[in-house]
């Protein structure tokens, strides 16, 4: 099984973060008159959320607009603190006169300026807003390549007492190396999500589904392929941690339980010889089922925190 004792998620993170940084530098860099770039974020209320808007409103200009209380929803509104971190971070504030008035915070710069452009953005989304992960962003069509809205996992289709899955997703492929099993996952997460997936410097694969964040991993031989998600954090007390994961395993059919230093992690293998795409539709929907209806209950039992709560609020 592909060894998950070196997992560090806040390392993988803060890569994610760089690598969306670079992306987004890339279109800014690129970005005309021709349409604007709209990266909001995911809310679960029709309340107006948080975005960041870019657009060229002139040869070589690029103008970002960041969401402000003025245009916010109440589930929303930025504190007076944040507000304040906005113009510290350099962003303009809302305007009502200059050439281009606004109700946003805002920043201007050359378009040869596209990495601050970028920092600016991603520093708005994530150490203001609280995005935690590039994945749970929204870009419109123009953001295709930074993160495409996710795709849900659908079961397999019953009739009557029979499961049915597509052909294709039956097909087993015997991996020529650990390589070539890379890119049969790749491949088949394209399919799964409508876009390749993005690989962080360790090989490691996020993946939304709904409001849960998982990770894949292939393992360095090429036998299995781990699909993981850390569940707990700052786990208090190990011997007592150890004696639930212990009784949870004993009833868990697919999935295991580990602890990993101070962390709890789910996770499930798919063989890999040969690899099988209906394999990994199931392990990708039986975790995240997993994962998402037992980490608070766990996080609470365990005096711990779930992956998206603050360490001072447990």
């Not at 670079?22 to 860099?29: A, F, H, Q």
């Not at 031989?221 to 941690?241: I, K, L, M, W």
Request: hydrophobic residues 40%; negative net charge.
């Amino acid at each position: 099984m592909a060894d998950i004792d070196d997992f560090d998620i806040d390392r993988s993170i803060a890569q994610a973060w760089t690598e969306f940084q670079t992306r987004l530098s890339e279109i800014i860099s690129v970005i005309d008159d021709s349409g604007d770039l709209t990266i909001g974020t995911e809310s679960e209320s029709d309340d107006p959320a948080p975005f960041v808007r870019l657009a060229c409103p002139e040869r070589d200009v690029v103008r970002a607009e960041a969401a402000s209380n003025a245009v916010l929803g109440d589930d929303f509104q930025l504190t007076a603190a944040q507000n304040e971190a906005m113009q510290k971070l350099g962003w303009e504030p809302p305007t009502s006169s200059g050439p281009r008035p606004t109700p946003n915070f805002w920043a201007e710069v050359a378009q040869e300026e596209s990495d601050r452009l970028a920092y600016l953005t991603v520093a708005a989304l994530r150490d203001v807003y609280g995005v935690q992960h590039p994945i749970f962003l929204a870009p419109d069509q123009l953001a295709e390549v930074l993160q495409p809205g996710p795709t849900p996992i659908e079961g397999p289709v019953l009739r009557g007492s029979v499961v049915e899955l597509d052909a294709v997703d039956l097909t087993s492929t015997m991996p020529r190396s650990p390589e070539h099993l890379n890119e049969l996952v790749d491949a088949e997460l394209t399919t799964m999500f409508g876009h390749p997936p993005i690989r962080d410097v360790e090989g490691d694969v996020a993946i939304r589904v709904g409001s849960t964040m998982l990770f894949l991993r292939t393992a360095a031989d090429g036998q299995d392929v781990v699909v993981f998600a850390a569940v707990v954090h700052d786990v208090a007390g190990r011997s007592r941690a150890m004696e639930v994961l212990n009784d949870l395993n004993v009833d868990a059919r697919w999935v295991k339980f580990q602890l990993v230093r101070d962390r709890v992690f789910v996770t499930v293998s798919v063989l890999a010889r040969p690899f099988v795409p209906a394999h990994l539709h199931q392990a990708v929907r039986i975790l995240s089922d997993v994962a998402d209806g037992i980490d608070e209950e766990l996080a609470t039992k365990l005096n711990g925190r779930t992956t998206f709560t603050e360490p001072d609020e447990h």
